[in-house]
């Protein structure tokens, strides 16, 4: 269920909640169904954690301006479908704040990412 998600549709209720937090359902089974896809795919962890890097270090208004700069090696490399939620996140942003919450929830991502690999890692060796 959570592979088959359309993940852009959550940021259509955007990227802060009323106190300026991250929305629950991106909190919760965005980032899941984000972690899922990604594994899924293929994508290798060192790849998103250079997207991760260069999101975490520019601006809203760089990424809008340069969205390559986060998309281009998910592109080139064969995951276009994980390219396309990183470009629709970037577009629901409509402030700095909405990106830097973009940002964390990346970072959530990456985390479960992660953390299932190293569960996994520590169930084999049992």
Do not use: H
């Amino acid at each position: 269920e959570q592979l088959a998600l359309d993940l852009t549709e959550l940021f259509t209720a955007g990227l802060r909640d009323e106190r300026g937090g991250l929305p629950l359902a991106l909190q919760g089974i965005g980032s899941a169904a984000m972690a899922l896809q990604v594994e899924e795919a293929g994508v290798p962890l060192p790849m998103f954690n250079r997207m991760l890097t260069t999101a975490n270090e520019i601006s809203l208004a760089r990424a809008k301006a340069m969205p390559e700069e986060l998309v281009e090696e998910l592109e080139k490399r064969g995951f276009p479908q994980i390219a396309r939620v990183i470009r629709a996140g970037i577009d629901a942003c409509r402030d700095e704040d909405d990106y830097r919450n973009f940002v964390r929830w990346l970072i959530q991502v990456r985390n479960l990412i992660v953390f299932r690999a190293q569960a996994g890692s520590a169930a084999s060796q049992k």
